[in-house]
T-cell receptor, first 110, second 113 residues
């Protein structure tokens, strides 16, 4: 079963705008990861944030983690058409397997 | 190789047929995982290997599903007597150290007709 719920399910924006997607999960975690999946392709690892971290940056990506609320957010700044994809959060509960959320479909229009 | 390689890319099976899906992980990656992704859903865990040892197979949906990694490198996921509900994308991932994230293959899209 899915661990996380992602919100929104779908997001449509214009190039240059920021995109924010949220993830909520149910149990305690060691870390939370975000992945991108282009249509018909495998998942690409974007960023990992540990349970003792609150915020992390990587290029145009900013991830926050609030363990008290069991939630995380992914911000993509200055979006590009190439950012069009599905984005998944995944939690590592320490048992060597990731539990994925339901995903957010992002469409960035030129 | 440079990435995780999966074959075949697409597989169409008649209901009741046995299929074998192959995963070739990144050389040296100790951990290997199989996930099943239904259309429009997130991936769901099937099984996990550390080297040749299958440490967790709690996600395998039935005893028709079997996975092996006999020499601690290439892995095969076998599905016996395929059913329509087995139609999905099967993803393989490997990692050297878990907290660096996982590298996924492009997946095998299985369609059972």
């Amino acid at each position: 079963s899915q661990q996380g719920e992602e919100d929104p399910q779908a997001l449509s924006i214009q190039e240059g705008e920021n995109a924010t997607m949220n993830c909520s999960y149910k149990t305690s975690i060691n870390n939370l990861q975000w992945y991108r999946q282009n249509s018909g392709r495998g998942l690409v690892h974007l960023i990992l944030i540990r349970s003792n971290e609150r915020e992390k940056h990587s290029g145009r990506l900013r991830v926050t983690l609030d363990t008290s609320k069991k939630s995380s957010s992914l911000l993509i700044t200055a979006s590009r058409a190439a950012d069009t994809a599905s984005y998944f959060c995944a939690t590592d509960t320490g048992f060597q397997k990731l539990v994925f959320g339901t995903g957010t479909r992002l469409l960035v229009s030129p | 190789g440079a990435g995780v390689s999966q074959s075949p890319r697409y597989k169409v099976a008649k209901r009741g047929q046995d299929v074998a899906l192959r995963c070739d992980p990144i050389s040296g990656h100790v951990s290997l995982f199989w996930y099943q992704q239904a259309l429009g859903q997130g991936p769901e865990f099937l099984t996990y290997f550390q080297n040749e040892a299958q440490l967790d197979k709690s996600g395998l949906p039935s005893d028709r599903f079997f996975a092996e990694r006999p020499e601690g490198s290439v892995s095969t996921l076998k599905i016996q007597r395929t059913q329509q509900e087995d139609s999905a994308v099967y993803l393989c991932a490997s990692s050297l150290v878990a907290y660096y994230g996982y590298t996924f293959g492009s997946g095998t899209r299985l369609t059972v007709v």
